[in-house]
């Protein structure tokens, strides 16, 4: 659904439904994802994907990714 088509009387319940809230943070944990539950074809060629881009960060996850294979 998009907001724009919807009748002003739903969007004025969701409205009323949000709360704002502020939290402190303790600790942050971090995951590396690199397709690790996937077969290694599969992995392989993520990795080729990610080397035909011109981005920094897609050179260095297929990096990770390859030595993960290993």
């Given amino acids: 659904m998009r907001l724009d088509n919807a009748q002003p009387d739903f969007i004025e319940r969701l409205v009323?439904?949000?709360?704002?809230?502020?939290?402190?943070?303790?600790?942050?944990?971090?995951?590396?994802?690199?397709?690790?539950?996937?077969?290694?074809?599969?992995?392989?060629?993520?990795?080729r994907a990610l080397r035909e881009t011109d981005v920094e960060s897609g050179q260095?996850?297929?990096?990770l990714m390859s030595q993960n294979l290993r």
Avoid: Y
Avoid at 60 to 63: F, L, N, R, S
């Fill in 60 to 63: 260095q996850v297929a990096d």
């Fill in 16 to 47: 009323d439904a949000i709360v704002g809230f502020e939290t402190s943070i303790d600790h942050i944990e971090g995951k590396w994802k690199l397709t690790q539950n996937h077969d290694h074809a599969r992995q392989e060629k993520v990795i």
